[in-house]
């Protein structure tokens, strides 16, 4: 019979990579310290200053969410904004985006709903559409980005919180070296550098696995929408999620050490590969590398193609 490593009590939940068996109220709470060591990590938010949330109504942003409203009170004197994105999925975002407004109206956050249609034109249902060559997750992601900058800088915040869990940073390090894209690994995230036009990101989940996101999520009873979107199976990064998974499977603790060597290489790319200096999208005035960001370069050439299968 196993007990509870901190209080002698039945567990839950045994932790692999650690060996530890935790309650009800010891897992919560050791899910809790690890979030709030990585903001202070990732650089504490000046009193009156502004935090944006990303929230699609699943449940890391809806965790992280409930996470921040608590930490930073009206005593803090910092305001959280939530910022919910409409990508235009129909049958599947309305739901999502009920979740986090009745959850905000709930505990008196400010939320704001932001639409692909009204402020690019089309939907994913509409690019999603056009074909299997047409990746729904690239559109979505460079799509998604520039909005969510875009309004968290219009409202004057400091960061922006996005609700990455551990599972999706160890993908995206093991992605990004497999495609040879050191770049943008670089870009990942959490941002130590201020650039012009840019807000920084604020990772809280980034060490906490899916799966005890889900538990967690479960045992504080967060809404949140259990289905994930309908155009996920198509998504480039399901292999190396597959392969991930197997290898913590084999030997647990696989995902935390992938981020712990990204960790450690960072601040040597970070010195080879330093960043660049910004120029404004001759479009949409987002920043951009180039003459015209990504975003706008990915909704012409769709855009082209909507009107030709029209």
Known sequence: MTEC???GR???????YSGSDLCREHFIE???KRIHKEIKLQGKLPKGSKLAVAVSGGKDSMSILTVLTDLFGPRTGITVTALVVDEGLEGYRKKAIKIAEDFCSSREIDCEVLSFKESFGITMDEVANLGDEWRPCTFCGVLRRNLLNRRAREIGAAKIAFGHNLDDMSQSVLMNIVNGDVQRLVRLGPHVKVQEGLVPRLLPLRVIPEAEV?????LKEIPHLESHCPYRPRAHRL??????????EETPGTKHSILSSYDQMIPALREH????QLNKCGECGEPTMGDICKACELLVRVKKELAHST
């Open 273 to 276: 590969f330093p960043a660049v």
């Open 239 to 248: 292999g190396f999620l597959e392969l991930i998974n197997s290898l913590e």
């Open 5 to 7: 490593q901190k209080c």
């Open 10 to 16: 039945a567990p839950i939940i045994k932790i692999p």
């Open 214 to 218: 889900k538990f967690y999520a479960e």
């Open 30 to 32: 050791f899910v809790e």
